[in-house]
């Protein structure tokens, strides 16, 4: 008979415990606790003889009805000592509790009060009613996860069987809003106006949203920006807030090509079949000379006369340069490149476009030799006295590889005009012919007649006619 109560006892508890939490209309929370049952105190004994005290389990459901007030039903089953004659009798009660805590908002420490009405039952097929009052404590070891110690005074219907239930156990909330409760976050100073008052917002002079405690998530990607590698483009969660537009795992700050999917080994691009028209290892799509066979480091254009400057870049590609010239010669070395320099092959100042400044006593000669070149009278043979100069002159030209020399014939007024200037013609060539027969190549050298046309003294003089009679020799850039 005691078997068959005590499991419909037993049913009756578990039944009302399951359709208070199948009926809940928000997330629940779970006890468990050990019990240390005191039934001696009130009959005589010792309310600090914790050996006596009997022991006992309970299970517990919460559902939080505000944010201060929680209703507890828990389920215990233990053992009691009642009297001297009844030991170790069996107890199985099943209450509805209401949990009240001091604080409401979440807390390390949150302690409560208690009070409610059970149903026990204990042996003998006995059913009494106990009314429990207590205090409790909920202490936070985890998020929605408590250390709980909980005494109560149990007033009993039933006579000589008032008692005190003392528990330690453990306490988890499914639902930390269902313990905690939404703060009103508009409530208070809000900084930055986004809703969330400063005492709740994470992020208070920046506007967010309540998502991610008041701090901004720019691009509403689900990332919060300081999580967010890529705070003003939306992006995934699994990249940090960046994207992978054509979906093929590469980002798209990496990805060579962003909008087309390929493996990450080909930098996030499509391999595509490989080109190479003229044969020089360079693909056509990376080759900037794609019909003419060139060198990788060119990208595949050609550096024809190997100078380091590819083809393309070089203004004088046939011939070895400088880049400083854009690939042209400076052959001389003096600053000037080959095209600009009027005597290549000789070192000059700029000054006198890469030319040898002439020097003082090579011009004075030149000057010299004005007066110092003589001929036959009327004729255009030259006196031997006119050798030592010519032979100075034919030394000038060697010095100065790069000149060229503009020999000019002169007469003065006298006679016809034609014959002057066949004679001065003649002269001239004469000293042309002369320094030819000393090796200076007649590519160096030009001769004309000019007459008396040109008159360097007055013809009306004696002196002045004898000057007017010359032959000039002008060093010119050869280029």
Known sequence: MKAALYLKFLYCCVFVTLTLSVSAQAPLGISFKRLFLDYQTFQGGDFGAFLDYRDGFEIGIHKPLTDRLTLNVPLRIGLGSKTKEVINEHIISLDAQAHYYFLPTPKKFKPYILAGVGGVWQGKDSINLQVPVGLGLDVMIAPNAYFNIQSEFRWSSAENNNNFN????????????VIDSVPNLSAGVDTDMDGIVNEFDACPTVPGIAAFAGCPDTDNDGVQDINDDCPLVAGLIEYRGCPDTDGDGVL????????ESGPATNEGCPIREVKDTDGDG????LDLCPDVKGEAKF???PDTDKDGIADPSDKCPNVAGLPAFGGCPDTDKDGIEDSKDKCPNTFGPVSNNGCPVIEAKDRETLSFAMKAVQFELGKATLKSESFTVLNQIADI??????????????TDNTGNADVNKRLSESRAKSCYDYLIKKGIPASRMSFKGFGAARPIANNS????????RRVEFNLVPGN
């Not at 003392?166 to 809003?177: D, L, N, P, T, W």
């Not at 700050?253 to 909008?259: E, I, L, R």
């Not at 360079?282 to 799509?285: K, L, P």
């Not at 003089?461 to 004898?466: A, D, I, L, N």
Request: with cysteine; charged share 25%.
């Open 166 to 177: 003392h528990g330690i156990g453990f306490k988890y909330f499914f639902s930390r809003a």
């Open 252 to 259: 798209d700050s990496v990805d060579k090509c962003p909008n």
């Open 282 to 285: 360079v693909s056509d799509d």
């Open 299 to 301: 990208n595949g254009c």
């Open 397 to 410: 030209m060697r010095k100065y590889s790069d000149y060229k020399l503009n020999i000019e014939g002169h």
């Open 461 to 468: 003089t004696y002196s002045g006619r004898t000057l007017n």
